[in-house]
């Protein structure tokens, strides 16, 4: 699918600001207008710069930040969130009348941007994940009340490059932190502890990783492949009185649903302080 989208600012090309940078630079990807970006370093800013993206920074030019938003109608704001007040105050006069800023930075309310930038100016909060890195994102996003259903689809847009999209309202978007956003760091820590159970059982590091990665990986595929529910294809393995059975009996003795509840309410109320902090 081609995808078109007006000139983009991104402000903090680092992980997250670079694997965005990275879906709009894809062949099916259209910026009207250019894209420039920013980062502190001159070392870092060098490798991003090419024919299709003017990168600048701050370390060199202080006025960077304002270079980069002039004539963009798109705004990401990938700084870190004890940045963000700062830098809004920064770029506020020298945004377009109708710029849409979207910020990635965790735990900023969409008020603090609304308070900080001139009130012509759209805000969405958006809440990607790191898969962005390699096109699986799930971003959540969320419009401000400057914002219209016009605005929101193009951060639709936007993000549709490096994976897919959920619209939410921003009441629900630290609950969705605990899901997609650290997501990824439970999936991980899943297979780190199937690894070693299989090191345990005799298996080489190396073959271990094979076996579970291998494992995970041909799931999630199975899973998009599919148009069964991931219980149905549960229950497509696990034979009755076979030891696939014995082993699920034993995670649902041991309470793996109450301990995710338990692990995501511990990351939504952590959430909540660094937000109340931002």
Not at 75 to 86: D, G, N, Q, R, S
């Given at each position: 699918?081609?995808?078109?989208?007006?000139?983009?600012?991104?402000?903090?090309?680092?992980?997250?600001?670079?694997?965005?940078?990275?879906?709009?630079?894809?062949?099916?990807?259209?910026?009207?207008?250019?894209?420039?970006?920013?980062?502190?370093?001159?070392?870092?800013?060098?490798?991003?710069?090419?024919?299709?993206?003017?990168?600048?920074?701050?370390?060199?030019?202080?006025?960077?930040?304002?270079?980069?938003?002039?004539?963009?109608?798109?705004?990401?704001?990938?700084?870190?969130?004890?940045?963000?007040?700062?830098?809004?105050?920064?770029?506020?006069?020298?945004?377009?009348?109708?710029?849409?800023?979207?910020?990635?930075?965790?735990?900023?309310?969409?008020?603090?941007?609304?308070?900080?930038?001139?009130?012509s100016v759209s805000v969405i909060r958006a809440m990607p994940n790191t898969p962005a890195i390699v096109g699986r994102a799930v971003t959540g996003l969320s419009a401000g009340p400057r914002s219209s259903d016009e605005d929101l689809a193009l951060a639709s847009s936007l993000f549709g490059t490096v994976g897919e999209v959920i619209v939410v309202p921003e009441s629900k978007l630290d609950a969705l932190s605990t899901i997609s956003g650290s997501g990824p760091a439970y999936v991980f820590y899943l297979i780190e502890q199937l690894t070693r159970t299989a090191v345990d059982l005799g298996f080489s590091p190396s073959d271990a990783a094979l076996l579970v990665n291998g494992t995970f990986l041909g799931a999630a595929e199975l899973l998009v492949a599919s148009d069964r529910t991931p219980a149905e294809l549960r229950r497509q393995v696990t034979s009755p009185n076979g030891t696939t059975e014995r082993a699920i009996a034993e995670l649902e003795a041991a309470g793996l649903k109450e301990l995710f509840d338990r692990a995501t309410a511990a990351a939504l109320a952590r959430a909540r302080e660094l937000a109340v902090g931002a």
């Open positions: 699918m081609n995808i078109s989208l007006p000139a983009i600012s991104i402000l903090g090309a680092g992980s997250m600001g670079g694997a965005i940078l990275s879906g709009l630079l894809q062949p099916n990807v259209t910026v009207d207008g250019g894209i420039r970006v920013t980062n502190r370093t001159e070392a870092k800013a060098v490798l991003l710069r090419s024919d299709a993206v003017l990168s600048y920074a701050t370390e060199e030019d202080p006025t960077a930040n304002l270079a980069a938003v002039a004539g963009a109608k798109l705004v990401l704001v990938a700084v870190k969130p004890a940045m963000v007040p700062a830098l809004l105050k920064e770029i506020a006069s020298g945004l377009e009348q109708k710029a849409i800023v979207i910020s990635v930075a965790a735990g900023v309310p969409i008020s603090t941007f609304e308070a900080n930038l001139p009130a």
